[in-house]
């Protein structure tokens, strides 16, 4: 056998011995030195669609000025109304601004929206780290989302001493690489948000409080704008929004937008409403006031200059 041969063979049962030796998964390596602390855990879907009605107020909604209050009617004036006071905007029709630069949407009032995104209050710049988000969510920056692979999932990963959790269903891969989207929960299932991890430095690139039905605990603000305020609000902070899309008006999303160059990324803020969402008064879900914000999402996915 010739000696390039040999020495390839050589490597090949030296690298077989360690990893045999340490007996490493790849569960492990994606838990990295956190584990003991952290906890993988395989499940079924069936776990992440799960409604749970949970018994909890989130802080800083004022729940009457929130919902609608039995038998009232809905204002649509004011703050409410369908239109802007300038009424150059209708919140219950769609369109696509075609104002653009070089063929893209480029909206640069993002970028300073971007600088005044609070996070329960703490300042926070995208992209970040679990650590910025929440010193109670800080370990989960230990896992080396690198090393997901679509057969590890669904799963959760539990920190053993707060049994805060953070699970997913399915590898998004593909665009701009992305990791995946993990959804944050705290010990008693109550939901905090979703967020978006970058793959190569395992860094967060979105933050999202929607999980469509139910409010979050985390109050996600932009300039101070966030769930409980109105389109109406939005528009007297920001000025005209890029897109509208809607659903009949009982959802309705509205984005501003600025897309990089070379299809090399994509940042923006979206505000949206839905007709009817959980309140834990009545354990059910309720109808909200006209166009009030129900869903905050932020995202800052660009490629490495």
Known sequence: MKKRELRIMGLFFAVLLVFTLSGCTAEDKLIGDAKGELVYKKCDDADFYKEEYIDYKVSYIDYDDFFLGKGEKQIKEGRYADTTPDGKVNWKESYDDKITNNGLVQNEVVFEMLKKV??????????????????????????????????????????????????????????????????LRNSFGSYYCNVITEEDSDRVIGIDSGTIKFLPLIDISVDGIGIGDTFNDVYEKFGRPNRIIGNDGTEVIVSYNYFFDNDSGYCGITFAFREKVYDYRKLSLSEVRNNIITRVAITYLKEAD
Not at 126 to 140: M, V
Not at 142 to 153: P, T
């Open 118 to 183: 609070t996070f329960n209050g703490r300042n926070v710049t995208l992209p970040c780290r679990f650590k910025d988000l929440d010193d109670e969510f800080a370990i989960f920056d230990n896992i080396d989302f690198s090393m997901l692979n679509r057969d590890m999932y669904p799963f959760t990963i539990t920190d053993k001493k707060t049994r805060n959790d953070v699970f997913a269903i399915s590898k998004t891969g593909g665009l701009f690489n992305i990791a995946g989207i993990f959804h």
